[in-house]
Structure formats: structure tokens, C-alpha cells
């Protein structure tokens, strides 16, 4: 509670000054502080709400969503590039974050498995990277709360043949972009996705058991997130 205060305040900080900035433009006097017109532009604006939202505790697909579009718009206004060129630049783009993130491996290693392993994980949230890789995980907790997935040019597995659902809604953060996701759960389990799909799919291949009736009074598991060149696959277990 106390982190989502914070951010709230960071974001509500965030927006005054650029309201104030964007009016000092619009009356002229912006140019008393040579400040460059694209400082104060709304791509500006969701790249750092972006940064927030990635360094805080909340939705971090999010947070990379909001500064993806952003820094492709701001390249845009700066560079003068047709969209095209800009498209013909990302996929490079793409290999170079990768690469980076390739390069901290401690941060890597902590969180993402060996090739073949299949891991249980016991606490009550789950945080999995998976890169050029893939990831296999059976959760074991008996109040599973959510947590979150990063999946690039790999792929990420979890199994919940073992594990119960906490009470109200938990939620399952994902990003995934040239990989894909794969959630075994029971045919029983209310499961919800509400998901941003660019050339790719979510499917539900369980096979239901109960009625939406009592499925909508049961715990819930809402996975959300940003979905790229990749699918998600839910299926029973």
C-alpha cells in the first residue's frame, strides 16, 4: 500500500510539472529556458511514466508498454523518420536490450532455470525470466497471489497441479515478446486474461467442469501483461 502511494505521488508530481511546462510553451515562454519543444511532449510524458512504473512495485509490462511507445515517438519527433524506418530499426533494438540484459547474469541466474530443469517454487508469488530459453516451474504454494513473467526469445511453463489460489483476485503480470507462455491448471479455476496482443493469441483449452455461475464465485487468477510475436496457452492439467 505504501509503494502504490508513492507512485501515485511520483505520477501526480510528474504531471504538474509537465502541465507546467506545457503551459509555459503554449504562452511563449518556454524559450526563456531553452528548453527543446520535444522535452515537453506527451511521448516524454509516458517513457518516465514508464521508468515509474518499472522501478516501483506495480504493473512492469506496463511500465515497459508505456515506455516502448514512448521512446518510438520521441525517436520519431527527433529524428524526423517515417515509420517504416523506425520499424526497420526495431528488431535490432530488440537484440541490443536483450544483449544487455545478457550481460547481468547474476540477475539472470537468480531468476531464470537451466536448460531441462524443472523447478517447484513454494512461495506464495512467482517471479520467472526466461531468455533464449526456456523455463519449466510447478507451483506448490497453497495461497498463490500472482506475480510476474518476462519471457524473451523463450519460453516460460507453470504447472499448478499442486497449488490453491489465495482469496479475491491474483494476478499474474506477464511480458512476452518472440516466445511464448504455457499455464497448466485445473479445469475448475477461474482464470481471466486481460492481456495487450500485438501478432499473437490467448487461448483457454481446458475443458470446463462447473457452471459460470459457480466458476464466478470461485478465486480468481487474472493474468495480464503485454503479449508480442508470442501466445499464451492455458490448458488443463
Avoid at 7 to 32: H, K
Avoid at 100 to 124: C, M, N, Q, S, V
Avoid at 149 to 156: N, S, V, W, Y
Avoid at 196 to 218: I, L, N
Wanted: glycine share 10%; charged share 20%; with cysteine.
Amino acid at each position: 500500500m505504501k509503494s502504490n502511494q508513492s507512485t501515485r505521488v511520483i505520477i501526480g508530481l510528474l504531471f504538474l510539472v509537465l502541465g507546467a511546462f506545457i503551459l509555459l510553451r503554449l504562452t511563449g515562454l518556454i524559450d526563456l529556458f531553452h528548453v527543446p519543444v520535444y522535452i515537453v511532449s506527451w511521448p516524454v510524458i509516458l517513457i518516465v511514466i514508464g521508468i515509474v512504473f518499472i522501478v516501483s512495485e506495480g504493473s512492469r509490462s506496463t511500465g515497459f508498454i508505456l515506455l516502448a511507445i514512448g521512446a518510438f515517438f520521441l525517436t520519431k519527433n527527433i529524428t524526423g523518420l517515417s515509420f517504416p524506418e523506425l520499424l526497420m530499426y526495431a528488431i535490432p533494438v530488440v537484440l541490443i536490450i536483450a544483449g544487455f540484459l545478457l550481460i547481468f547474469p547474476a540477475y539472470i541466474r537468480k531468476k531464470k532455470l537451466p536448460k531441462g530443469e524443472i523447478r517447484t517454487e513454494k512461495g506464495d508469488d512467482i517471479q520467472a525470466v526466461d531468455i533464449f530459453s526456456g523455463g519449466s516451474r510447478t507451483i506448490a504454494s497453497k495461497e498463490f497471489r500472482g506475480g510476474e513473467i518476462f519471457t524473451l526469445f523463450g519460453g516460460t511453463e507453470l504447472y499448478f497441479r499442486e497449488a490453491e489460489l489465495a482469496d479475491d483476485v491474483n494476478v499474474i503480470d506477464v511480458f512476452c515478446m518472440f516466445g511464448g507462455v504455457e499455464i497448466f491448471a485445473p479445469s475448475d479455476w477461474e482464470i481471466k486474461v486481460e492481456a495487450t496482443s500485438v501478432f499473437a493469441g490467448t487461448s483457454d483449452k481446458r475443458f470446463p467442469t462447473k457452471s459460470d455461475q459457480e466458476r464466478s464465485e470461485q478465486k480468481t487468477l487474472l493474468v495480464k501483461g503485454f503479449f508480442m510475436f508470442s501466445g499464451l496457452e492455458i490448458k488443463s492439467i
